[in-house]
């Protein structure tokens, strides 16, 4: 008998109906230790060294693994292909190992990046060691999570009651929150003005174009700041002649975007979908472990837990040969697209990107195996990576640009027509106005242009918008924050904590939430500045590509964070809440 150790219940049953009766697949319920909540748990003074402990609820799955393990001839640890996988996978080992049921025993680490018969079969086949760099940098954000959240979380407590915890990661996604809410209580809106004109051509057909440039200057968007600037301008606009100075025509390829990642995937998901990062991950989960299609267990979708944006080699065959035959060779480029070019943030994340596991299961042909937001999010995931091997969508664009007689007035009237839809034909890119054809009347270089109507409006300034789910999840991947697999328990924590409510699918700090932020900024500023997390997380990566070790980066994290405790832990409340008062106005 071999036994086969994987996380998940719904993993299990797939997996055990692949490999037949010389396999028990046994789900191990996702960790099965952690560092008890108390003192000492990660001890700074012993080389950081951590005290796991076995939690009441894996206790019971926990027996049944060490049961069968002790019959097993062979222990085949195929937990997911990333580090939590690889520190899951480690734990089991170690749990084995203390109850001394490894002697004489064979034990392998297996990863497959889909859940197929053909992926696991080439994943048991080609066993491999747990990798300890991986479990090192696993190792070492577990102990800076535990250093911060145990040792802020007592100082809140007692300077701020009734504030719950502080975690590492969150509390610089509150700040962000904060920070945004805070540039928009102070905004004041400014007052400005924008100048339209339509002319017609000989044919009277209507050319809408904007004033780009007056009295020989550049118009800004801050030219004309009142009804009297505008007034004053459109007077002198209406008294002039006008004539058609140059037309330029010129195709413009829009290139297809590269197949899912995690956070791309959370931020279309978001948009499209309406679903927040906990949902869409909880469904990938799901087509990831397998759909019951015609009493076969399916893997739909690669793991979707990963920075990549390649795909291999045998998916992009599958993919043209696809877009070949059923959507025709016109679509299909002459070399296949690379969107190799995106380095991963560390190697344990370095998976292909998120595509169909069988590009040959079009959404609609497994529509009716799928619950309503299933297919949503399939179907989303299944047009993305397969667009992203087509052709490139063409436009025509075309500009006219229309000067006063003497030329110091001058505007511009812009349009563009899809010539070719390309990608386009898949996969509608939302956020793109060219995808609606803006067609300009025929007029001649020289032709004289009448005057139709002036349209000036009247517009406000307005704050930056509050964080969606969507916008969040993409700042903090552009300030290197947090990673794939944090982002949608990052936001699930702030929203349980009720630091943060979300209203109308945007998020408000609570007036806790603030109080917090406050409290983080002026007692543990360096700890929530975002080039230092940032700085961290890398420090972080690099622990699993061996270039620095786990308990360098944590002794030069402890070293100054220690310090900033017990200065703050000398402050007296009062003085602490007199701080927040004047920072909060």
Not at 159 to 177: D, F, H
Not at 222 to 231: A, G
């Amino acid at each position: 008998m071999n036994l086969v150790i994987v996380e998940s219940p719904a993993k299990a049953k797939t997996i055990n109906k692949y490999l037949g009766k010389d396999y028990k697949v046994l789900a191990s319920y996702g960790h099965v230790r952690d560092l008890p909540s108390k003192n000492g748990s990660v001890d700074p003074d012993n080389n950081f060294q951590m005290l796991w402990e076995i939690d009441a609820f894996s206790k019971k799955y926990l027996k049944e693994i060490t049961d069968t393990a002790a019959d097993s001839t062979k222990i085949i640890l195929a937990t997911d292909p990333d580090r939590e996988g690889e520190a899951i996978a480690w734990h089991v080992k170690e749990v084995l190992e203390q109850k001394k049921l490894l002697k004489d025993k064979k034990i392998e680490r297996v990863v497959f990046n889909e859940i197929t018969k053909k992926a696991v079969t080439k994943g048991i086949e080609n066993p491999r060691d747990i990798e300890p760099q991986l479990v090192d940098a696993y190792m070492a954000r577990r102990a800076l999570d535990y250093l911060v959240g145990f040792n802020i979380s007592p100082i809140l407590w007692t300077k701020l009651p009734g504030s719950k915890s502080a975690g590492r990661v969150q509390s610089v996604a509150l700040k962000l929150i904060s920070e945004r809410e805070h540039q928009i209580e102070q905004f004041i809106p400014k007052e400005y003005w924008t100048v339209e004109l339509n002319f017609k051509n000989s044919e009277n057909k209507i050319i809408s174009s904007k004033l780009i440039q007056y009295n020989g200057s550049k118009v800004e968007k801050f030219t004309f700041l009142n009804k009297d600037d505008v007034n004053k301008a459109t007077n002198v606009i209406s008294n002039q002649k006008y004539f058609v100075n140059s037309i330029n025509s010129q195709v413009y390829k829009r290139n297809p975007s590269a197949p899912f990642t995690t956070s791309t995937l959370q931020q279309v998901a978001s948009g499209r979908c309406g679903f927040g990062a906990s949902r869409t991950m909880q469904i990938a989960q799901k087509l990831y472990q397998g759909i019951d299609i015609e009493g076969e267990t399916v893997g739909l979708i690669t793991y979707m837990r990963t920075d990549g944006t390649q795909i291999s080699k045998e998916a992009i065959d599958s993919f043209r040969k696809y877009i070949e035959v059923n959507l025709g060779k016109k679509y299909l480029p002459e070399i296949a697209n690379n969107y190799s070019g995106k380095k991963a943030k560390n190697a344990q994340e370095a998976h292909e990107a998120i595509r169909p596991t069988d590009i040959s299961r079009a959404p609609n042909d497994v529509k009716k195996y799928l619950n309503t937001d299933q297919f949503k999010l399939y179907e989303l995931i299944w047009n993305r990576a397969l667009s992203s091997q087509m052709q490139s969508a063409e436009y025509d664009r075309n500009t006219i640009s229309i000067s006063s007689k003497d030329e110091n007035i001058k505007f511009r009237a812009s349009g563009s027509v899809l010539k070719f839809d390309g990608f386009l034909k898949l996969y509608k890119d939302t956020e793109n106005k060219d995808d609606k054809d803006k067609i300009l009347p025929e007029v001649s270089k020289n032709e004289s242009l009448k005057i139709d109507k002036i349209l000036d409006d009247q517009h406000f300034t307005e704050p930056p918008p509050r964080y969606s789910e969507a916008s969040l999840v993409k700042k903090l991947e552009e300030l290197g924050i947090g990673r794939p697999s944090t982002y949608a328990s990052i936001i699930s924590v702030l929203s349980t904590r009720n630091y943060v409510e979300l209203i109308n699918k945007r998020f408000y700090p609570t007036d806790r939430g603030k109080l917090l932020a406050a409290f983080l900024e002026k007692l543990f500023s360096k700890y929530v500045d975002y080039n230092f997390t940032a700085q961290l997380e890398n420090q972080l990566d690099e622990i699993t590509s061996g270039k620095v070790k786990w308990i360098g980066v944590l002794e030069n994290f402890w070293k100054d964070f220690n310090e900033n405790v017990k200065a703050v832990k000398e402050k007296r409340t009062r003085e602490v809440l007199d701080l927040l008062n004047d920072s909060l106005g």
